[in-house]
Protein backbone atom coordinates (compact mmCIF):
# COMPACT_ATOMS: atom_id res chain seq x y z
CA UNK A 1 0.00 0.00 0.00
CA UNK A 2 3.16 2.22 1.18
CA UNK A 3 4.56 1.96 -2.35
CA UNK A 4 1.43 3.26 -4.47
CA UNK A 5 0.88 6.21 -2.23
CA UNK A 6 4.27 7.03 -2.79
CA UNK A 7 4.18 6.79 -6.22
CA UNK A 8 1.43 8.87 -6.34
CA UNK A 9 2.89 11.91 -4.52
CA UNK A 10 5.91 11.43 -6.99
CA UNK A 11 3.96 11.41 -9.88
CA UNK A 12 1.74 14.04 -8.15
CA UNK A 13 4.67 16.14 -7.16
CA UNK A 14 5.07 17.55 -10.56
CA UNK A 15 2.53 20.31 -10.37
CA UNK A 16 3.63 21.07 -7.14
CA UNK A 17 7.06 21.59 -8.46
CA UNK A 18 5.55 23.95 -11.44
CA UNK A 19 3.79 25.82 -8.42
CA UNK A 20 6.75 26.43 -6.47
CA UNK A 21 9.10 27.63 -9.44
CA UNK A 22 5.69 30.01 -10.25
CA UNK A 23 5.70 31.10 -6.39
CA UNK A 24 9.32 32.11 -5.85
CA UNK A 25 9.36 33.55 -9.32
CA UNK A 26 12.29 30.74 -10.01
CA UNK A 27 11.93 30.52 -13.99
CA UNK A 28 15.15 32.08 -15.04
CA UNK A 29 17.07 29.29 -13.09
CA UNK A 30 15.00 27.03 -16.28
CA UNK A 31 16.42 28.93 -18.66
CA UNK A 32 20.30 28.23 -18.93
CA UNK A 33 19.06 24.19 -18.11
CA UNK A 34 17.00 23.98 -20.66
CA UNK A 35 19.24 25.13 -23.26
CA UNK A 36 21.67 22.90 -22.48
CA UNK A 37 19.30 20.15 -22.71
CA UNK A 38 18.20 20.71 -25.58
CA UNK A 39 21.65 20.87 -26.99
CA UNK A 40 22.35 17.37 -25.71
CA UNK A 41 19.70 16.20 -26.88
CA UNK A 42 19.79 17.28 -30.04
CA UNK A 43 23.29 16.31 -30.81
CA UNK A 44 22.90 12.97 -29.18
CA UNK A 45 19.68 12.49 -31.83
CA UNK A 46 21.89 13.73 -34.62
CA UNK A 47 24.52 10.91 -34.45
CA UNK A 48 21.90 8.27 -33.29
CA UNK A 49 20.11 9.12 -36.64
CA UNK A 50 23.35 9.37 -38.64
CA UNK A 51 24.47 5.87 -37.61
CA UNK A 52 21.14 4.17 -37.74
CA UNK A 53 20.82 3.67 -41.36
CA UNK A 54 24.60 2.47 -41.62
CA UNK A 55 23.62 -0.37 -38.57
CA UNK A 56 20.34 -0.91 -41.07
CA UNK A 57 22.08 -1.80 -44.04
CA UNK A 58 24.67 -3.75 -42.84
CA UNK A 59 21.98 -6.25 -40.44
CA UNK A 60 20.38 -6.78 -43.64
CA UNK A 61 23.22 -7.25 -45.34
CA UNK A 62 24.40 -9.67 -42.81
CA UNK A 63 21.52 -10.99 -42.54
CA UNK A 64 20.88 -11.72 -46.59
CA UNK A 65 17.72 -10.11 -46.25
CA UNK A 66 17.95 -7.41 -49.32
CA UNK A 67 15.82 -7.86 -52.25
CA UNK A 68 12.70 -7.04 -53.88
CA UNK A 69 10.52 -10.21 -53.41
CA UNK A 70 7.49 -9.56 -51.09
CA UNK A 71 8.88 -11.57 -47.83
CA UNK A 72 12.03 -10.02 -48.08
CA UNK A 73 10.85 -6.45 -48.00
CA UNK A 74 8.22 -7.42 -45.40
CA UNK A 75 11.22 -8.83 -43.53
CA UNK A 76 13.08 -5.30 -43.99
CA UNK A 77 10.30 -3.51 -42.45
CA UNK A 78 9.85 -5.68 -39.35
CA UNK A 79 13.65 -5.23 -38.86
CA UNK A 80 13.77 -1.65 -39.79
CA UNK A 81 11.11 -0.43 -36.84
CA UNK A 82 12.29 -2.76 -34.47
CA UNK A 83 16.07 -1.42 -34.65
CA UNK A 84 14.91 1.91 -34.58
CA UNK A 85 12.80 1.62 -31.76
CA UNK A 86 16.19 0.10 -30.09
CA UNK A 87 18.01 3.30 -31.24
CA UNK A 88 15.26 5.49 -29.66
CA UNK A 89 15.42 3.19 -26.09
CA UNK A 90 19.38 3.63 -26.23
CA UNK A 91 19.16 7.06 -27.33
CA UNK A 92 17.06 7.91 -24.64
CA UNK A 93 18.70 6.11 -22.26
CA UNK A 94 21.99 8.16 -22.67
CA UNK A 95 20.34 11.27 -23.23
CA UNK A 96 19.18 10.83 -19.31
CA UNK A 97 22.85 9.95 -18.20
CA UNK A 98 24.27 12.60 -20.20
CA UNK A 99 21.96 15.04 -18.22
CA UNK A 100 23.02 13.69 -14.58
CA UNK A 101 26.55 13.44 -15.19
CA UNK A 102 27.67 16.48 -17.32
CA UNK A 103 25.05 18.46 -15.76
CA UNK A 104 25.54 17.27 -11.86
CA UNK A 105 26.96 20.79 -10.57
CA UNK A 106 23.89 22.01 -12.29
CA UNK A 107 21.57 20.04 -10.31
CA UNK A 108 22.91 20.15 -7.40
CA UNK A 109 23.08 23.92 -7.42
CA UNK A 110 19.25 23.73 -8.26
CA UNK A 111 18.72 21.40 -5.81
CA UNK A 112 19.96 22.77 -2.76
CA UNK A 113 18.32 26.65 -3.38
CA UNK A 114 14.77 24.64 -3.52
CA UNK A 115 15.91 22.94 -0.10
CA UNK A 116 16.76 26.49 1.59
CA UNK A 117 13.58 27.64 -0.22
CA UNK A 118 11.35 24.74 0.98
CA UNK A 119 12.46 24.28 4.72
CA UNK A 120 13.99 27.59 5.66
CA UNK A 121 17.28 25.92 6.28
CA UNK A 122 21.12 27.30 4.61
CA UNK A 123 23.24 24.80 3.84
CA UNK A 124 26.71 26.25 4.10
CA UNK A 125 28.33 27.06 0.70
CA UNK A 126 32.03 25.75 0.66
CA UNK A 127 33.64 25.02 -2.98
CA UNK A 128 35.07 21.79 -1.39
CA UNK A 129 31.70 20.70 0.13
CA UNK A 130 30.29 21.44 -3.43
CA UNK A 131 32.90 19.41 -5.51
CA UNK A 132 32.22 16.54 -3.11
CA UNK A 133 28.76 17.08 -3.97
CA UNK A 134 29.02 16.86 -7.21
CA UNK A 135 31.59 14.22 -7.70
CA UNK A 136 28.86 11.64 -5.52
CA UNK A 137 26.25 12.89 -8.23
CA UNK A 138 28.43 11.45 -11.21
CA UNK A 139 29.57 8.60 -9.27
CA UNK A 140 26.20 7.66 -8.15
CA UNK A 141 25.17 8.12 -12.11
CA UNK A 142 27.91 6.13 -13.31
CA UNK A 143 26.75 3.44 -10.95
CA UNK A 144 23.14 3.16 -11.55
CA UNK A 145 23.66 3.35 -15.66
CA UNK A 146 25.95 0.19 -14.95
CA UNK A 147 23.53 -1.59 -12.79
CA UNK A 148 21.02 -0.38 -15.23
CA UNK A 149 22.06 -1.47 -18.32
CA UNK A 150 22.99 -5.29 -16.71
CA UNK A 151 19.36 -5.30 -15.75
CA UNK A 152 17.89 -4.32 -18.83
CA UNK A 153 20.30 -6.57 -20.83
CA UNK A 154 18.76 -9.94 -18.72
CA UNK A 155 15.61 -8.71 -19.25
CA UNK A 156 16.04 -8.77 -22.90
CA UNK A 157 18.36 -11.89 -23.03
CA UNK A 158 15.38 -13.73 -20.67
CA UNK A 159 12.99 -12.55 -23.04
CA UNK A 160 14.06 -14.39 -26.08
CA UNK A 161 14.42 -17.58 -23.93
CA UNK A 162 10.83 -17.17 -22.46
CA UNK A 163 8.99 -15.59 -25.39
CA UNK A 164 5.90 -15.04 -23.01
CA UNK A 165 8.31 -12.37 -21.56
CA UNK A 166 8.32 -10.51 -24.61
CA UNK A 167 5.36 -8.91 -24.19
CA UNK A 168 6.23 -7.19 -20.77
CA UNK A 169 10.12 -6.24 -21.70
CA UNK A 170 8.99 -2.83 -22.14
CA UNK A 171 7.18 -2.25 -19.11
CA UNK A 172 10.00 -3.55 -17.08
CA UNK A 173 12.58 -2.10 -19.05
CA UNK A 174 10.74 1.15 -18.48
CA UNK A 175 10.71 0.80 -14.66
CA UNK A 176 13.96 -0.33 -14.14
CA UNK A 177 14.92 2.87 -15.68
CA UNK A 178 12.90 4.56 -14.18
CA UNK A 179 13.37 3.69 -10.85
CA UNK A 180 17.72 4.05 -11.47
CA UNK A 181 16.83 8.14 -12.54
CA UNK A 182 14.17 8.44 -9.66
CA UNK A 183 16.99 7.09 -7.35
CA UNK A 184 19.79 9.55 -8.83
CA UNK A 185 16.88 12.47 -8.44
CA UNK A 186 16.12 11.51 -4.68
CA UNK A 187 20.16 11.39 -3.82
CA UNK A 188 20.27 15.27 -4.24
CA UNK A 189 17.73 15.84 -1.98
CA UNK A 190 19.79 13.98 0.78
CA UNK A 191 23.11 15.38 0.14
CA UNK A 192 21.37 18.47 1.24
CA UNK A 193 20.82 17.02 4.53
CA UNK A 194 24.23 15.81 5.21
CA UNK A 195 23.14 12.30 4.92
CA UNK A 196 26.07 9.79 3.58
CA UNK A 197 26.03 7.56 0.60
CA UNK A 198 25.31 4.47 2.12
CA UNK A 199 22.52 6.09 4.45
CA UNK A 200 21.01 7.87 0.73
CA UNK A 201 20.49 4.43 -0.48
CA UNK A 202 19.36 2.75 2.80
CA UNK A 203 16.90 5.52 2.95
CA UNK A 204 15.61 5.46 -1.04
CA UNK A 205 15.18 1.93 -1.19
CA UNK A 206 13.02 2.57 1.45
CA UNK A 207 10.69 4.92 -0.69
CA UNK A 208 10.55 2.86 -3.36
CA UNK A 209 7.63 3.65 -4.45
CA UNK A 210 8.68 7.32 -4.24
CA UNK A 211 11.14 6.91 -6.28
CA UNK A 212 9.46 5.16 -9.23
CA UNK A 213 6.94 7.65 -9.06
CA UNK A 214 9.62 10.37 -9.58
CA UNK A 215 11.75 8.45 -12.67
CA UNK A 216 8.32 6.96 -14.54
CA UNK A 217 6.90 10.81 -14.59
CA UNK A 218 10.54 11.86 -16.71
CA UNK A 219 10.34 8.88 -18.61
CA UNK A 220 6.78 10.07 -20.01
CA UNK A 221 7.62 13.66 -20.21
CA UNK A 222 10.56 12.88 -22.42
CA UNK A 223 8.20 11.07 -24.94
CA UNK A 224 6.69 14.98 -25.41
CA UNK A 225 7.76 16.45 -28.54
CA UNK A 226 10.85 19.17 -27.36
CA UNK A 227 8.84 20.88 -24.10
CA UNK A 228 9.81 17.12 -22.17
CA UNK A 229 13.51 17.26 -23.23
CA UNK A 230 13.91 21.46 -22.37
CA UNK A 231 12.36 20.87 -18.88
CA UNK A 232 11.93 17.28 -17.40
CA UNK A 233 15.04 16.69 -15.74
CA UNK A 234 14.81 20.05 -13.73
CA UNK A 235 11.12 19.71 -12.82
CA UNK A 236 12.45 16.08 -11.52
CA UNK A 237 15.42 17.20 -9.00
CA UNK A 238 12.54 19.77 -8.10
CA UNK A 239 9.34 17.44 -7.64
CA UNK A 240 12.05 15.06 -6.49
CA UNK A 241 13.22 17.07 -3.49
CA UNK A 242 9.61 18.67 -2.60
CA UNK A 243 8.66 15.65 -2.53
CA UNK A 244 10.63 13.62 -0.56
CA UNK A 245 10.35 16.72 2.10
CA UNK A 246 6.73 15.94 2.29
CA UNK A 247 7.21 11.69 2.93
CA UNK A 248 9.94 12.54 5.70
CA UNK A 249 7.51 14.78 7.76
CA UNK A 250 4.58 11.57 7.28
CA UNK A 251 6.95 9.36 8.49
Not at 128 to 145: H, P, Y
Not at 178 to 201: C, I, P, Q, T
Not at 243 to 250: M, Q, T
Request: glycine share 8%; proline share 3%.
Amino acid sequence: MQLFREFGIGVGHYSVAIKFIRQHNLWYWLIIPCLFNLIAFGVVGYFSWIYTGDLLDYLLTQMGVSGDSWWKVSLQVVISIFVRLLIVMLYLKLFRYIVLIFFAPMLAFISDKIQELSTGKKKPFGINQFTRDVVRGISIAVKNLVLEMIVTTCIILLSFALPILAVFAPFLIYIVESYYFGFAMLDYRNEFVMLSAKESRQLINHHRGLVLGIGAMFNFMLFVPFLGVLVAPVLSVVAGGLAFNEVDKRS
